[in-house]
């Protein structure tokens, strides 16, 4: 809800909006043929628009192969905005500061790690060790890849939607919002209950089920552990949204 009413996206654009994908290429893959085949109902001339909310990498084992195939195989007909998300954010400063590297690690660096062919071997706190982590990842990551994970956007606005990937801080302008918070929020933006002048779609929390609330559309499923990759579908007023698999899991 948007001052009292229904959030809207402009008519004749519809929005698909993809949750975390934690490199799980394969059901990247199944989300995209079941957008694809979803699409086919659309009215004709429909401008399709398709959004990640970011965390591209980390935790699945296939974050390479993710990104190969968002750079190499794009959806066809869609327009594509790729946000950014804090650990695609932490890959990056990982290349450049070694000593993030336990933290990174433990939360799912290591499987990133593996996805480029770089051995982790036990994990020490040891910069050097780190350091030699770091040296091997920079000449295993394709130019293309950092290309990709320096070129994310970090919000995206359309009707009375803002895409991001953890949230906002609210009653703050979101010009004047802190990066920080637009990558790694929780609270108070999860359990605040006013009207933020938009409705924030995003992902970083992970949750049981796709979650509607007034203010806010969470669409993080937990893929990488779950296998449910979630998908909503903004289109005028609007709310239905897919999973892995292919089926409605629900429509407002």
């Given at each position: 809800m948007v001052g009292g009413r229904p959030a809207r996206i402009p008519p004749?654009?519809?929005i698909y909006a993809i949750g975390d994908i934690h490199g799980r290429a394969d059901l990247m893959i199944e989300m995209h043929r079941t957008i694809m085949e979803d699409?086919?109902?659309?009215?004709?001339?429909?401008?399709?628009?398709?959004v990640y909310v970011g965390d591209f990498v980390d935790r699945?084992?296939?974050?390479?192969?993710?990104l190969d195939l968002l750079i190499e195989e794009p959806l066809p007909d869609f327009g594509a905005v790729y946000l950014v998300g804090n650990h695609d954010a932490w890959f990056l400063s990982f290349l450049v500061?070694?000593?993030i590297g336990q933290s990174w690690l433990r939360y799912g660096g290591d499987a990133t790690l593996h996805s480029y062919g770089v051995r982790v071997g036990m994990v020490r706190d040891d910069l050097q060790y780190f350091e030699r982590l770091q040296?091997?990842?920079?000449e295993k990551v394709p130019p293309e890849h950092l290309a990709f994970l320096r070129g994310l956007e970090v919000t995206f606005q359309i009707g009375d939607y803002l895409f991001v990937h953890a949230g906002i801080r609210p009653h703050i302008p979101i010009e004047q919002q802190?990066?920080?918070d637009l990558l790694w929020i929780r609270e108070p933006f999860l359990s605040c209950?006013?009207?933020l002048g938009v409705v924030v779609v995003h992902g970083h929390t992970v949750e049981a089920q796709p979650t509607i609330r007034n203010n806010r559309i969470g669409?993080?499923?937990?893929?990488c552990w779950t296998g449910a990759l979630s998908c909503v579908v903004l289109e005028e007023d609007t709310i239905r949204f897919l999973t892995t698999g292919g089926q409605p899991m629900a429509e407002r």
């Open positions: 004749g654009i519809c699409s086919q109902d659309l009215t004709p001339g429909t401008e399709k628009i398709l699945g084992l296939e974050s390479s192969h993710v500061d070694a000593k040296a091997e990842l920079a802190s990066p920080d209950p006013d009207d669409i993080d499923t937990g893929a």
